[in-house]
């Protein structure tokens, strides 16, 4: 596609469901960056893949969140058994190579938004 | 404190104004990002710099790695420029994509 594109863009999920997000990158895009945003504030690392490696997963919060790239282009982030701190827009980026100390340009998506009731 | 502080929080120019938005960053860094998110969540990447400075229509971006400092510039202000603007660094040695975000400028151009 065009663009990376996420879905769904909206979830709402009852405390203690399990989520699922799904993020497609853009087309031949090596690297693959989750983010967590909530509201009012700036986005937080959640988790990086190159390919279908998942090189740093530093950031997820807790073991209830697990992301998945198996075959290097699509993504999904689960989180289970949800909870209310879990409502966040979730963010999915993409850029092409995952080498070089700067790095290069970083594409996002839309975001998925997820409220937990 | 964070590692990453943006200046002002929220910013309110009349059109055709020129707009100056501060990054201050407390680590050693290996890049720096300016973004832009509009209502709705969508972030578009506007410049990612390293050293020196970077030009892109009425945007301007600066950085001094010795005084740990980065500027974006939007001359001749529009109300289309109306979006949050992000600050986020690459910390030296971090992987690529782990960046850690300033808390955003508001800016609001009126027309």
């Known amino acids: 596609g065009a663009g990376v594109s996420q879905s769904p863009r909206y979830k709402v999920a009852k405390r203690g469901q399990d989520v699922a997000l799904r993020c497609d990158p853009i087309?031949?895009?090596?690297?693959l960056f989750w983010y967590q945003q909530a509201l009012g504030q700036g986005p937080e690392f959640l988790t990086y893949?190159?390919?279908?490696?998942?090189?740093?997963k530093s950031g997820l919060p807790s073991d209830r969140f697990f992301a998945e790239r198996p075959e290097g282009s699509v993504s999904t982030l689960k989180i289970q058994r949800t909870q209310q701190e879990d409502s966040a827009v979730y963010l999915c980026?993409?850029?092409?190579?995952?080498?070089?100390?700067?790095?290069?340009?970083?594409?996002f998506g839309e975001g998925s938004w997820l409220t937990v009731v | 404190k964070n590692e990453v502080e943006q200046s002002p929080q929220n910013l309110t120019a009349q059109e055709g104004e020129f707009i100056t938005i501060n990054c201050s960053y407390s680590v050693g860094i290996s890049a720096l990002h300016w973004l832009q998110q509009h209502p709705g969540g969508g972030i578009v990447s506007l410049f990612m710099?390293?050293?020196g400075k970077k030009k892109h229509g009425r945007l301007i971006a600066t950085i001094n790695i010795q005084e740990k400092h980065s500027s974006l510039h939007i001359t001749a202000s529009h109300p289309r420029d109306s979006a949050v603007y992000i600050c986020a660094v690459r910390r030296d040695g971090g992987s690529q994509g782990n960046l850690i975000f300033g808390k955003g400028t508001k800016l609001s151009v009126k027309p």
């Open positions: 087309s031949g895009h090596v690297s």
């Open positions: 980026a993409s850029s092409l190579v995952g080498r070089g100390a700067g790095g290069n340009t970083i594409y």
């Open positions: 710099l390293s050293s």
């Open positions: 893949f190159q390919n279908e490696a998942q090189l740093d």
